[in-house]
């Protein structure tokens, strides 16, 4: 039993029982399905954190309910809002508007060029019903712009158009890797069937971990990459091993035996990357982690159980379907690129790693400069959409991101409690934090009636609610103008709540988090490689290689996205931030995906040096060995990335340019320069292990070496002059 379930078993029994492996591993895709239609899915509700998860939850407890806005913004360059035909306008938007059920206010700009036409719902309006009464305010007065003020409408298009886009995507860069239909659409099956799975698996997870609606499109993204990264490692293994002359059943066990134990020591290393989020402590990132974690563990599962089977049921037919003209991936060393370029930085290692680790720190400078803040709707709008809103809250100030002050406890009625609301209102009016209109929620409430327990005021703060001047106002109610009126009051509770103070929390959450979750990766990313390679060097480079990395991404989504100069060519207005989430993200999803390229390229460099080469020659056997599986792999990646880059809502282009510009530079200059050059430098180094480490277990070939045996390293050829 103990045999049976390592890596090197189960592909052993998947080979000898094809069919039934495939029969359980469908049986468990379809048992996930199973399990998510009986519990169904809990979706997160608020992923509020602090002080404002606080007044959510006290505005949730007290039904203290907001209605819903909508308005439409008229303006025109060449009429005021007293011409004849901007009136028009605005009386049929107010008319249109009163007709669809809500509570249609004008307010007029200081500048008289500009009308806002909304308010509350009083039942729900679709986006189409206010854009066909913008258009027809247009028809009627042509010189007269009509625009719904509806920011996030982007959003949800942006991800179902990556959804569908990542499949055909990741498919077209295979054939592209292999020339051959079938050998693509391996890799492509198998991570398509382990997010389904996930997907399943969601359910139940979502009961202990409510989900946020970004998870999905999460455990899509990381499970179409390990999916394919995982695939590629066990399908060049096995093509790579019958090249050599072993029979396809033969080749699938020492697959088995050398990438099964890759794929499994990589596996961890992301879930242990991806795990790191429950530190944080945000139910937004609880989700996340569980639903990536789940589907890493299915695309494991999938790759040591049915992936052997299906290789073994293809055998030579694996390289049917060969397109003409199409190039095909190399692992034999007759490839030219790479070979060229590992020469030429093993002739050179101190100019190149000079060169190569300049180019990044280069890179990542930048980064020491970044400014972080939670999206709100105006930083999740498209270009077009966000230059409108900066528009409309510049020219009706009130309209901007407001705080939400939620008062609770007894007796609230009382003169002291109105004094204390109107005295916060003058104060934050005259030091210029907020705007006049105020509201309060419910209306009745400071109007004799006797309060329920619970009550909000609303306080349009100035800024756009993003911004450093609205995160300032936010600060100045809560530790100022609340202590200094409402605070004076006894027996009421307060709490700031609202998108700002969303900001304000979660990105204090965030920064307060980064330093743990980064120290826990790191340790545990380096007692999995000091066990898997025993060696305490090879976890310390790869840690520095893979924060070089990050770092890098780091600086580059800054120079992109808090500079203007990018703008016109990616198609967004810059806000001067990164979201709040993504430096921690960025971390723990590169930080997974590059160790699987580490784990992968030194395992091939371990078996060379288990074999008897010197370390420079196993070097050059592994990564031309590997070179091809890892570029192709990150070129799917890069592809998949890349389609949230074009996305118009600003977190997910920031995600998508972060993700893609740190999987090419870990493929190319990292693990093509950085990685050779440093282990020519540090030569027999690399493998040293003190005496009081030397309990660890050791590899097969280690153990067939100590009892004098030829290693059993996978018919390990010999070394041409030329790779010498």
Sequence with gaps: MKTFLTP?????????????????????????????VVTGSKQLQNGAVGESARGDAQMNKHQIWQAPLAYIYLHSNSLVATAPAFRSATRQVEQAMTTLGAQA??????????????????????????????????????????????VQASSGTDLKRAEVLSVPVTLLVLLLAFGAIVAALVPVLLAATAVIAAFGLLGPL?????????????????????????????????????????????????????????VVIAGTTVAIAMAA??????????????????????????????????????GPSIDRGRIPFLPRLRTDGSSRFWPAVVDRVLRRPIISLVLAAGLLVALAVPALGMHVSKPNSDALSASGQSA??????????????????????????????????????????????????????????????????GFAIELPLTGLGANDASRHAVDVLRTDLIPATLGQVHGIQTAVTGDTAHDVDFTKQMKDGIPYVIAFVLVLAFLLLLVTFRSIVVPIKAIVLNLLSVGAAYGVLVLVFQRHWAEGILGFHSNGT?????????????????????????????????????????????????????????????????????????????????????????????????????????????????RWLSWLPQTHAERDVRRGRQPATGGMPAIRPEEA
């Design 8 to 36: 090197t078993g189960i592909g052993r029994w998947s080979a000898r029982h094809p069919w039934k492996a495939i029969g359980l591993w469908l049986v468990f895709v379809v048992v996930a399905i199973g399990l998510l």
């Design 105 to 150: 206010k004008v307010q007029t700009s200081h500048n008289q060029h500009a009308t806002l036409v909304g308010g509350q719902l009083n039942m729900p309006i679709t986006s189409g019903q206010l854009q066909a009464a913008a258009a027809a305010a247009e028809r009627t007065s042509p010189q007269v712009t009509a625009v719904v003020a509806d």
């Design 206 to 262: 979502s009961h202990l971990f409510p989900l946020d609606d970004s998870v999905k499109t999460v455990v899509l993204l990381i499970g179409m990459a390990v999916g394919v990264d995982y695939a590629l490692f066990y399908v060049i293994r096995s093509r790579e091993e019958r090249a050599r002359g072993l029979s396809s059943h033969e080749a699938l066990e020492r697959t088995a035996r050398t990438s099964g134990r890759t």
């Design 277 to 314: 989020q429950f530190i944080v402590g945000s139910d937004i990132f609880n989700g996340i982690a569980a639903g990536t974690i789940a589907v890493v563990t299915c695309a494991v599962i999938g790759s040591l159980t049915v992936l052997p089977a299906v290789l073994e049921l293809l």
């Design 388 to 453: 409108l809103a900066t528009q409309i809250t510049t020219d009706f100030p009130g309209l901007s991101t407001p705080a939400i002050v939620v008062v609770t406890g007894t007796n609230l009625q009382r003169p002291s409690v109105r004094h204390a609301v109107s005295r916060l209102e003058t104060l934050a009016t005259a030091q210029g934090i907020a705007h006049p209109p105020f509201t309060i929620d419910p209306a009745h409430n400071l109007r004799g009636v006797d309060y329920e327990d």
């Design 578 to 690: 990164i979201i709040s989430w993504l430096p921690l993200f960025l971390f723990v999803v590169l930080f997974g995906l590059s160790m699987d390229y580490h784990v992968f390229i030194l395992s091939r460099v371990r078996e060379g040096v288990d074999s008897g080469m010197p370390t420079e020659q196993a070097v050059r056997y592994g990564i031309t060995r590997t070179a091809g599986v890892v570029t192709s792999a990150a070129l799917v990646m890069v592809a998949v990335f890349s389609l949230f880059g074009t996305a118009s809502s600003l977190d997910l282009k920031q995600a998508g340019v972060g993700l893609a510009v740190a999987v090419l530079l870990d493929a190319t200059v990292i693990r093509g320069v950085l990685l050779p050059a440093s282990m020519k430098l540090l030569g027999d180094w690399n493998w040293y292990l003190p």
